[in-house]
């Protein structure tokens, strides 16, 4: 009996353990978040690719508003 009353207050310290800081945390959501969009990015210009190769679309020109009559 005495074992178990020294033993419950170690395992609930072992089973107690400290959590990352918050710069810890966002650097680590930072990277995961940088990753996705890399992966996003290639994927969306590996379909551009595709699409431009196979003539599905013609390839994209920037929209530019038309300049301001100054009214």
Same mark, same amino acid.
């Given at each position: 009996?005495?074992?178990?009353? =020294?033993? +419950?207050?170690? =395992?609930? =310290?072992? /089973?107690? $353990?400290? &959590? #990352?800081? +918050? &710069?810890?945390?966002?650097?680590?959501?930072?990277?995961?978040? &940088? /990753?996705? /969009? $890399?992966?996003?990015?290639?994927?969306?210009? $590996?379909?551009?690719? /595709?699409?431009? @190769?196979?003539?599905?679309?013609?390839?994209? $020109? #920037?929209?530019?508003?038309? #300049? @301001?009559?100054?009214?």
């Amino acid at each position: 009996m005495r074992a178990a009353v =020294l033993l +419950f207050p170690l =395992l609930l =310290l072992a /089973a107690c $353990k400290d &959590e #990352p800081r +918050f &710069e810890e945390r966002y650097d680590k959501a930072a990277k995961e978040i &940088e /990753a996705r /969009a $890399k992966a996003m990015d290639a994927d969306i210009a $590996k379909s551009d690719a /595709a699409a431009a @190769s196979e003539g599905l679309q013609p390839a994209a $020109k #920037p929209s530019n508003a038309p #300049p @301001s009559s100054g009214e």
